[in-house]
């Protein structure tokens, strides 16, 4: 494959899936990719979690893909079929698939992102954060387009690199590669059953799906899917609420008690 693209320049549509959810800022989290705890084990922790400034919104309910977004994306997004699908888990894979496997002289990306990816002052291996940073160091970079979802223009991440063109989603075009990449990290497991629709669209090009570069992890559902995460959701608001219930009896006991103490 390296030979073939060595010499040429490449079109690239990246899709991360947390381009598909909301603002997550009120929940307060945080990723890490470096070990197994924020892809899935965290999760468990995570569906009751209430909204800052707002208890009754929880993560379950709150952090789900947006259809509006969701539906059609493909139709909308790629015309005619690309030469090679990618899907993995981390954004950081991008770079490391095309600097070591296709290695094309230029590349030119759109990439629709709820993250620009392309720095945040980090100085360090190629990762999810930086990775079209190094594209661009490495002057492999020929163009490179962002495209946010809605949201980002009530919440801009601020100034971007010269490199980075911010633009509107672009009608279809043709693509040679597709990658999708589910940050797992960043994005709820209860949500998994509609990654796993979203990335089989491909199925029904068959060469492509069957021809695809994964990783195996990326092609799985995660725990707790939906359903456990409610169960989880309604459990953590009930010992939440029993938790209060006791506070508050409790300080109520203590304040008669200290009443009755100043009378007598």
Not at 65 to 79: A, H, I, N, Q, S
Not at 136 to 150: F, I, Q
Not at 208 to 226: C, D, F, G, I, Q
Request: glycine share 6%; aromatic share 14%; hydrophobic share 35%.
């Amino acid at each position: 494959m390296s030979t073939f693209f060595s010499r040429r320049k490449i079109s690239i549509l990246s899709v991360d899936w947390d381009y598909f959810f909301p603002n997550v800022d009120d929940y307060d989290w945080t990723h890490n990719e470096e070990g197994s705890l924020y892809f899935e084990m965290i999760w468990s922790l995570r569906p009751g979690n209430a909204r800052l400034g707002d208890p009754s919104k929880v993560a379950v309910e709150t952090v789900r893909p947006d259809r509006k977004l969701l539906d059609g994306f493909w139709g909308r997004t790629v015309k005619m079929m690309p030469w090679g699908l990618i899907v993995a888990e981390s954004h950081a894979d991008l770079y490391r698939v095309v600097i070591e496997s296709i290695q094309p002289a230029r590349v030119e990306i759109t990439n629709f992102d709820a993250h620009h990816d392309a720095g945040y002052g980090m100085k360090m291996e190629p990762n999810c954060g930086n990775w079209a940073e190094r594209f661009h160091k490495g002057k492999k970079l020929d163009r490179y387009e962002l495209v946010y979802p809605p949201w980002r223009k009530d919440d801009p991440e601020g100034k971007l690199p010269r490199f980075a063109k911010v633009i509107d989603p672009p009608p279809a075009r043709r693509y040679d590669f597709i990658f999708i990449c589910r940050s797992g990290c960043w994005t709820p497991t209860w949500a998994d059953r509609e990654w796993l629709e979203f990335i089989g669209w491909w199925k029904r090009e068959k060469y492509v799906w069957n021809h695809k570069t994964a990783a195996p992890y990326a092609l799985k559902e995660r725990s707790p899917n939906l359903e456990e995460a409610n169960r989880i959701s309604r459990q953590m608001r009930e010992d939440f609420e029993k938790l209060t219930r006791q506070t508050t009896e409790r300080l109520e006991k203590e304040a008669k008690l200290q009443k009755v103490g100043k009378e007598s």
